[in-house]
């Protein structure tokens, strides 16, 4: 593997796990193993490595936003969408959760990000109006609007929420997978109301591998006075 890719790989690696802010470039040449003017060569900067690992975020995402070559969309395809959507949130989950110091922080990001934001959002509409065209979706073009719009902002703050839930619990930094998963059921409980008879049947295993054995009840999600007072 090329010294750029590694570096790439292991900026990755240590963002996810320790949050972006936590690691310097001198703390990724070292884990690394090579000298800090070794990775200037490659990058200029932090913020560089941070702007390549959104483009390969991008194109991941953009690969599977797409319309079937037929246009007809089953509810399979859906299950393929959000398979996807969990797994990207997952690899590069350091751009959600520090997203909005990232966005401040550099320019070059900020605008790329937002052509990303418009065409995702696009994308994930023509892909919920082509769920009403085949009759999965039923829903008016208001109604799909503002269901794009309530998806999107789940997505890009879940890994936030979820971070503000760790640190309450005094877990910072902890992040698990299973957690994440349930940004997938909420997805799905957003869009419920909207899908046709048919589909229907199939949502209550489809929650139940989202929700990965916890419960409903939001309130679990949150500390308690109860639970500090038993703790101390």
């Known amino acids: ?12 690696k240590l963002f996810n796990e320790q949050g972006e802010r936590n690691v310097s470039t001198n703390h990724i040449a070292a884990y690394l193993n090579i ?10 900067n ?6 390549q690992l959104f483009l ?9 936003m797409t319309l079937p070559q037929d246009g007809d969309i ?14 990207s949130m997952w690899d590069y989950r350091f751009l959600h959760r520090d997203l909005q110091h990232l966005l401040q922080d550099d320019a070059t990001l900020r605008d790329a990000y937002r052509a990303f934001s418009s065409r995702t959002v696009a994308d994930g509409r023509n892909i919920l109006l082509s769920m009403a065209d085949s009759g999965v979706l039923l829903a ?12 999107w902002i789940l997505v890009v703050s879940w890994s ?34 909207f899908l046709c008879d048919d589909i229907k049947p199939l949502l209550p295993e489809l929650k139940k591998k989202y929700l990965a054995g916890a419960s409903t009840d939001p309130l679990t999600l949150f500390p308690t006075v109860l639970d500090e007072v038993e703790n101390r």
């Open 1 to 12: 593997m090329k010294t750029k890719d590694r570096i790439l790989l292991t900026s990755l």
């Open 35 to 44: 000298s800090p003017g070794n990775l200037y060569y490659h990058f200029r």
């Open 46 to 51: 932090k913020n560089e490595i941070v702007y």
């Open 56 to 64: 390969q975020y991008q194109a991941e995402v953009q690969s599977f």
């Open 74 to 87: 089953t509810y399979e395809d859906k299950v393929h969408y959000l398979e996807s959507i969990l797994n």
């Open 140 to 151: 008016s073009r208001e109604q799909i609007d503002a269901l794009i719009l309530n998806i």
């Open 160 to 193: 936030s929420f979820l971070q503000s839930i760790s640190i309450q619990h005094n877990e910072a930094g902890t992040l698990r997978k299973a957690l994440l998963k349930r940004a997938i059921y909420q997805i799905i409980a957003l869009e419920e109301p």
